[in-house]
């Protein structure tokens, strides 16, 4: 016989209360989003605000579909992406196993965590001009500005997250006679799950804000360049339409962090 489960009508009247809430909010940050679309483009229409200096909805849409049909628009999105992504992807990787090894030797870290301080505090574009000699003009200059804006955080984070696990499983753990290799492992580790979700969403903003940084200073393509571009030659449609596409794109990469976390979660409990 085939097990089928029942919920009880306050389960069922709970869930459709939470669906109708969730819904509300998408409707209301929907709403909100067309107004505001709405207001800029009437007020720019009726000459309240200066449609030159502020561009406007239309006008943005208009300089996208030339950049899509000048085949310009997919190849600084290409670019922007990897640099980001790479960057990312560096920062996170490079920032967990550092932090691992600060909270494996407490030596370690006693010795290095002034400097880390230090690095986080530094005004990263200070160096641009260094990481440029260091890496020349290319990708590569930009990559590591965006590797070196995320891997203080990522590091910071992580370590916070590793040293909040509860001292008392640890000493439950030894009492055991559990190593320190089996405690990093089967506690620490993974209790620090919700902490890596959350590094994972702040590097996210950490990466595309070294990449656009590094694209200011050095590039000769991507979006960062076409807002410095559109800048300089006084083309301010051309600035919002990369504005916002650079804003679509930061929201698609973190609502992949939030789908994973969303995975992690369910796989877990």
């Known amino acids: 016989m085939k097990y089928e ?6 389960h069922i009247k709970y869930v459709k209360k ?4 969730t819904l509300l909010v998408w409707i209301l940050r929907f709403s909100i989003l067309i ?8 007020f720019a229409w009726s000459g309240i605000i200066d449609s030159f200096i502020s561009s406007s909805p ?8 030339n950049l899509v049909t000048e085949n310009n628009l997919f190849y600084h999105m290409g670019i922007t992406l990897y640099e980001t992504v790479l960057g990312f992807l560096i920062a996170v990787g490079l ?6 090894i600060l909270w494996w030797s407490e030596r370690v870290r006693r010795v290095l965590e002034p400097y880390i301080v230090v690095l986080n505090s530094l005004p990263k574009i ?53 190593n320190k290799l089996q405690i990093l492992t089967k506690l620490v580790v993974p209790g620090s799950l919700p902490t890596l979700i959350s590094m994972l969403k702040i590097s996210v903003g950490m990466a595309w804000i070294g990449s656009i940084m590094g694209e200011y ?6 979006l960062g360049y076409l807002i410095v571009y559109g800048g300089q030659v006084f083309k301010l449609d051309l600035v919002m339409a990369a504005t916002v596409v650079l804003c679509l794109l930061a929201t698609l990469m973190y609502s992949l962090v939030a789908l994973l976390e969303k995975v992690i979660i369910k796989h877990k409990y």
């Not at 489960?5 to 306050?10: A, M």
């Not at 939470?18 to 809430?21: D, Y």
């Not at 239309?58 to 579909?65: C, D, E, N, P």
């Open 95 to 100: 920032g967990y196993v550092i932090a691992l």
């Open 217 to 222: 200073l050095v590039s000769k393509a991507g």
């Open 58 to 65: 239309s006008k943005i849409a208009i300089t996208i579909g």
């Open 35 to 42: 107004l505001f679309l709405g207001l800029w483009e009437l």
């Open 5 to 10: 489960r029942k919920f009880s009508p306050e």
């Open 18 to 21: 939470v669906k109708r809430e």
């Open 126 to 178: 200070a160096l641009g001009p260094i990481i440029i000699v260091w890496c020349g003009s290319g990708n590569k200059a930009i990559i590591f500005m965006a590797v070196l804006i995320g891997i203080i955080v990522a590091i910071i984070t992580m370590l916070n997250g590793f040293l909040a696990t509860d001292k008392n499983k640890i000493l439950l753990l030894k009492s055991m006679g559990a």
